[in-house]
């Protein structure tokens, strides 16, 4: 219910948006934001002007909200607008927002005033108890840093485009006739019998000769290369190299435990019930109405507005009440024992009645109980301060020396005391491996180094920039590298892969053989013999794939790979194929045993979402073309020096 009360008041746009705009902004994925004045124009279409100051507020509301959803990134919000190019998206909704809006005015198309005041009869944020109030409206634009002029603006438009694409949605050029014929295909269920022959179930072959190896080698020379091999230095530097020179005060202790108050301080807490009435005689009343026996949200329901839902607002703290209400409010329900219902108490002009359901006590956890946790984490915040404190200093003296041995061994960081050390990575090519095909990269950070030894940029001898050890937590530190030696691929000589020749040879000789006990199969199939027979007689594994779907339905047999799921509805009736197993384990013979088409007839409801989901498709083709014609209509003007210095960090040219 406090939703319902309060929560409009504070989301105007969003309400217009969603009331009245969406379904003219949806092929867009914009809104029209805030209408504020400005001489400065960041693009104009035709003769609409798209505002700088607007431009600039909605990449920065898009640049806040990717950056609730990407917290853990740690990444500044103007770093996240070039990464994620929000500068260049929104610039290109605005535009397409701008073209319908000059393709309008064009027109003559607007909003006739009777239009608007619906319009403004249909925003819940504007109402009180169900009517328009002016008080409500002007807090609301107060809210939104609108005027009267904005709204109506705001309005206009939105009702208008609704007009104009509401006229294109009713447009219905799809006839359910293809909707049927398509559900006919799509809801097709099939059965076939299935022989498999695994190649690795072969065990009578011929052995190879050495001459057969060697011709072989030959022949496929290329799968017996060595990779890429490399060898090189880096250096890591963490905050763990810093602990040692930290020291943690007492006042350190007690602002970290201040800071995470709301983990180890947990305020009491009162489930609590609110009725809301518009006077204090109407709020009176329905305490009066109340005796022991009385369900208070029943009764609440009854008097006024709200569902018993809305009536419950579940748990509260002190601070939730004094924000959502006001301090008398919340001093009037955490003063009230279990099952308490207070006198009637004003607040955002309405008056409210509140029962304090069940009480939840608070909590909190003793500083000497954590003191250890919070003494190493403030350490440790100590030291990531201190890194970032060293990288200048460690960054020049790495870019003025010839290694990176040489740059840790300058005055400047052997004075710093630290304990760097250079590590060494002999013969590894990109995987980790080394040339035998042993593991030398283990650890998750040593993977993340040696992927940056193998980019483009790393030469013989080059130190490499700054790299974070972990992208996702900058604090967790960083490091360098440098490549010393670059061992091209090789051939490997025969009598070190002579035993892997073999085993290819081994394993084509038993694939080529599940081939030929596949095209017996089919023969003898189409001969009239019993699937299952021949199955048996070949040392296949025979099974029924029972109403199989053409996509991976999980209520047909599961299980089957696309190419086998394909041939079944390649062929038809009886017909007999086989194909390579998916894993390229042998082959799988198929003969398609029934067929039973889709029935439009007697599924109504899937046709009907069938036909929905066409429509849909058609008419989002038509709102693409519309944007597209509108682009191609009107001249368009963009100032994308101006976007470049604001987002780009560009100087003026």
């Not at 109504?604 to 191609?632: G, K, P």
């Given at each position: 219910?406090?939703?319902?009360f309060?929560g409009g008041?504070n989301?105007l746009p969003?309400?217009?948006?969603?009331?009245l705009l969406?379904?003219?902004?949806?092929?867009f994925?914009?809104?029209?934001?805030?209408?504020t004045g400005s001489?400065?124009?960041?693009?104009?279409?035709?003769e609409?002007?798209?505002?700088n100051?607007?431009?600039?507020?909605r990449?920065?509301?898009?640049?806040?909200q990717?950056?609730l959803q990407?917290q853990?990134?740690n990444?500044?919000?103007?770093?996240?607008?070039?990464?994620?190019?929000?500068?260049q998206?929104?610039?290109q909704?605005m535009?397409?927002?701008?073209?319908v809006?000059?393709?309008?005015?064009?027109?003559?198309?607007?909003?006739?005033?009777?239009?608007?005041v619906?319009a403004?009869?249909?925003?819940?944020?504007?109402k009180?108890?169900?009517?328009?109030?002016a008080?409500?409206i002007?807090l609301?634009l107060?809210?939104n840093n609108?005027?009267?002029d904005d709204?109506?603006?705001?309005?206009s438009?939105g009702?208008?485009?609704?007009?104009?694409?509401?006229?294109m949605r009713e447009?219905?050029?799809?006839?359910r006739?293809l909707?049927?014929?398509?559900y006919?295909?799509?809801?097709?269920?099939?059965?076939?019998?299935?022989?498999?022959?695994?190649a690795?179930?072969?065990?009578?072959?011929?052995?190879?000769t050495?001459?057969?190896l060697?011709?072989?080698?030959?022949?496929?020379k290329t799968?017996y290369?060595?990779?890429?091999l490399?060898t090189?230095n880096?250096?890591?530097?963490?905050p763990?190299?810093?602990?040692?020179?930290?020291e943690?005060?007492?006042?350190d202790?007690l602002?970290?435990?201040?800071?995470?108050?709301?983990?180890y301080v947990?305020?009491?807490k009162r489930t609590v019930?609110?009725?809301?009435?518009?006077?204090e005689?109407?709020?009176q009343?329905?305490?009066?109405?109340?005796?022991?026996?009385?369900?208070?949200?029943?009764?609440g329901a009854a008097?006024?507005?709200?569902?018993e839902a809305?009536?419950?607002l579940?748990e509260?703290?002190?601070r939730n009440?004094?924000?959502?209400?006001?301090?008398a409010?919340?001093?009037?329900?955490f003063?009230l024992?279990?099952?308490?219902?207070?006198?009637p108490?004003?607040a955002?002009g309405?008056?409210?009645?509140?029962?304090?359901?069940?009480?939840?006590?608070?909590?909190?956890?003793?500083?000497?109980?954590?003191?250890?946790?919070l003494?190493?984490?403030?350490?440790?915040?100590?030291a990531?301060?201190?890194v970032?404190?060293?990288?200048?200093?460690?960054?020049?003296?790495l870019?003025?020396a010839?290694t990176?041995?040489?740059?840790?061994?300058t005055?400047?960081i052997k004075?710093?005391?630290?304990p760097l050390?250079v590590a060494?990575?002999t013969?590894?090519?990109q995987?980790g491996?080394?040339?035998g095909?042993?593991?030398?990269?283990?650890?998750?950070d040593?993977?993340?180094?040696?992927?940056?030894?193998?980019?483009?940029?790393?030469?013989?001898?080059?130190?490499?920039?700054?790299?974070?050890?972990?992208a996702s937590?900058?604090d967790r530190?960083?490091?360098w590298?440098?490549?010393?030696?670059?061992?091209e691929?090789?051939?490997?000589?025969f009598?070190?892969?002579?035993a892997?020749?073999?085993s290819?040879?081994?394993?084509?000789?038993?694939q080529?053989k599940?081939g030929?006990?596949a095209?017996?199969a089919?023969?003898r199939?189409?001969?009239?013999e019993d699937?299952?027979?021949?199955?048996?007689?070949?040392n296949?594994?025979s099974?029924e794939?029972?109403?199989?779907?053409?996509t991976n339905?999980?209520?047909s047999?599961s299980g089957?790979?696309?190419?086998?799921?394909?041939?079944?509805?390649?062929?038809?009736?009886?017909?007999?194929?086989?194909?390579?197993s998916?894993?390229?384990?042998?082959y799988?013979?198929?003969?398609?045993?029934?067929?039973?088409?889709?029935q439009?007839?007697?599924?109504?409801?899937a046709?009907n979402?069938?036909y929905?989901?066409?429509?849909?498709?058609?008419?989002?083709?038509?709102f693409?073309?519309?944007?597209r014609?509108?682009?191609?209509?009107?001249?368009?003007?963009v100032?994308?020096?101006l976007?470049?210095i604001?987002?780009?960090?560009?100087?003026?040219?």
């Amino acid at each position: 219910m406090l939703l319902k009360f309060r929560g409009g008041l504070n989301s105007l746009p969003v309400t217009i948006l969603l009331g009245l705009l969406i379904a003219a902004f949806a092929i867009f994925g914009v809104g029209p934001g805030i209408l504020t004045g400005s001489n400065t124009v960041i693009a104009t279409v035709g003769e609409t002007d798209i505002p700088n100051v607007r431009y600039f507020s909605r990449v920065q509301q898009e640049a806040q909200q990717a950056q609730l959803q990407l917290q853990g990134a740690n990444l500044p919000q103007d770093e996240i607008i070039r990464l994620l190019n929000i500068d260049q998206r929104v610039l290109q909704q605005m535009i397409a927002e701008a073209t319908v809006e000059e393709h309008m005015r064009e027109l003559g198309l607007r909003a006739t005033d009777e239009q608007i005041v619906e319009a403004i009869r249909d925003v819940d944020a504007f109402k009180l108890a169900g009517s328009l109030s002016a008080s409500n409206i002007e807090l609301a634009l107060q809210n939104n840093n609108l005027n009267r002029d904005d709204l109506e603006e705001l309005l206009s438009k939105g009702v208008t485009q609704q007009q104009l694409f509401g006229a294109m949605r009713e447009t219905k050029p799809i006839s359910r006739v293809l909707a049927n014929e398509l559900y006919t295909y799509q809801a097709e269920r099939r059965w076939a019998t299935l022989i498999t022959f695994k190649a690795s179930d072969i065990t009578e072959i011929t052995p190879a000769t050495d001459e057969q190896l060697m011709e072989s080698y030959e022949a496929t020379k290329t799968n017996y290369m060595t990779n890429e091999l490399r060898t090189y230095n880096y250096l890591v530097v963490t905050p763990d190299l810093f602990l040692d020179q930290v020291e943690v005060t007492e006042d350190d202790i007690l602002a970290l435990y201040d800071e995470r108050a709301d983990e180890y301080v947990i305020p009491e807490k009162r489930t609590v019930q609110q009725v809301n009435f518009p006077s204090e005689e109407a709020a009176q009343a329905f305490i009066d109405s109340l005796t022991a026996e009385t369900d208070f949200a029943a009764r609440g329901a009854a008097s006024s507005d709200f569902t018993e839902a809305e009536i419950n607002l579940g748990e509260q703290s002190l601070r939730n009440l004094e924000v959502d209400f006001n301090d008398a409010t919340a001093q009037a329900v955490f003063g009230l024992e279990n099952d308490g219902i207070t006198i009637p108490l004003e607040a955002l002009g309405r008056w409210n009645v509140f029962k304090v359901t069940n009480i939840t006590e608070g909590n909190t956890t003793p500083l000497e109980s954590v003191r250890e946790a919070l003494e190493t984490d403030a350490k440790r915040e100590k030291a990531i301060d201190l890194v970032y404190d060293f990288m200048p200093d460690l960054e020049d003296a790495l870019a003025s020396a010839a290694t990176i041995q040489e740059a840790i061994n300058t005055p400047l960081i052997k004075e710093r005391n630290l304990p760097l050390t250079v590590a060494s990575v002999t013969g590894v090519d990109q995987r980790g491996l080394g040339r035998g095909g042993e593991r030398l990269i283990t650890q998750s950070d040593e993977f993340r180094i040696n992927a940056t030894i193998f980019n483009e940029e790393a030469d013989i001898g080059r130190i490499s920039d700054t790299n974070d050890l972990d992208a996702s937590n900058r604090d967790r530190g960083a490091f360098w590298t440098e490549v010393v030696t670059v061992a091209e691929p090789e051939q490997k000589p025969f009598e070190e892969v002579k035993a892997d020749v073999r085993s290819a040879w081994d394993a084509q000789q038993k694939q080529t053989k599940a081939g030929e006990l596949a095209d017996n199969a089919i023969e003898r199939i189409k001969a009239g013999e019993d699937a299952e027979t021949v199955a048996a007689d070949l040392n296949g594994t025979s099974l029924e794939a029972k109403s199989v779907s053409r996509t991976n339905d999980p209520n047909s047999l599961s299980g089957l790979a696309a190419n086998i799921r394909g041939m079944i509805f390649d062929l038809n009736l009886n017909a007999v194929e086989t194909d390579r197993s998916a894993d390229g384990d042998g082959y799988v013979v198929v003969r398609v045993d029934r067929i039973n088409p889709g029935q439009p007839a007697d599924n109504a409801t899937a046709v009907n979402t069938l036909y929905s989901e066409i429509q849909d498709q058609f008419e989002t083709e038509i709102f693409l073309q519309y944007e597209r014609y509108l682009r191609e209509k009107y001249t368009i003007d963009v100032n994308d020096q101006l976007r470049r210095i604001q987002f780009r960090n560009e100087s003026a040219q």
